[in-house]
């Protein structure tokens, strides 16, 4: 019989403190707490994290982390990564929801030879991103990738 | 012709940039940078918010916001909401994702009437949170209301 490959399941925690209006402190053990707030578009303040754009903010670096933990796998590490991303919330039959979520890194790597690996990490990336799988809408991810210092 | 008026679309930008390791910042304009990593189960650092951490985090938020604005429009006296989230990740249809969220507010309520609307508006709030509605995940809404003590019926 073959055997079965069992694979973990993990859990998060995170927890929430209202603070006044429309703020309020995100906390989970040893992190600092985050000030969270409605996004100005809907009566809140633009120097705090919405929930709007900490969703966006996950998907963006869920690729990042993804990608360095398969470079380390294939021994390159890149000179750098800079990545921006873009999520629109729309109204879908009377419901507002995120329907788009697009994520442009931008890679330098040492090498020629490293930057053919990374070509090929980026093609799985996607699937293997825990926070675009979780979501309903469509998620775009758009590298540009060079070689540089 | 449909005399409606037209929904509006909004945009949400941020960056994020690689420190070293497993660790990077996301930034937005205007908004204080914020430190992220891989989760500890993933070789990255404990005291640094993970997406996973993260994405928990907005249904938590979210549910809290729809709520407030609920439950301000309604003149709806509440003293404090405190709200645990539990985000389960596990293995699906062959990729990891979340797959439940269970979100457990707390809230204090200033008299028994405002007790009795707040359940009503947590049920508004469930069915009308956007980030609900962005997620794959079935999201578990087990809230707690409680009636202020004697002395603290005044909100902070």
Known sequence: MEPKKTYRSFRYKADLAWTSARRGLIKSLSKHDVEVGSPPEFKGEPGVWSPEELLVGAVNTCMMLTFLAFAVRKEIEPVSYESSAEGMLENVDGQYRITQVTVQPSIVLKSEADLAVAEEIMKSVKENCFISNSLSGRVTLSPQLRVGA | ?156
């Open chain 2, 1 to 156: 012709m449909d005399g409606r008026r037209p929904h509006r679309v909004f945009r949400f930008r941020n960056n994020a940039t690689w420190k070293s390791g497993r660790t990077g910042v996301i930034s937005a304009s205007g908004k204080p940078d914020l430190a992220t990593s891989s989760p500890p189960e993933f070789g990255g650092r404990p005291e640094y918010w993970s997406p996973e951490d993260l994405f928990a985090a907005t249904v938590n938020v979210c549910l809290m916001q729809t709520f407030m604005a609920f439950a301000a429009r309604s003149n709806v006296g509440v003293v404090s909401y405190e709200s645990e989230v539990e985000g389960v990740l596990e293995r699906a249809e062959g990729r990891y994702r979340f797959t439940e969220f269970t979100v457990r507010p707390v809230l204090v309520l200033q008299t028994a009437a405002d007790l009795e609307r707040a359940r009503t508006l947590m049920e508004s709030a469930e069915s009308s949170c956007l980030i609900s509605e962005s997620v794959r995940a079935n999201v578990r809404l087990v809230p707690e209301f409680r009636l202020a003590a004697m002395g603290q019926r005044t909100v902070a």
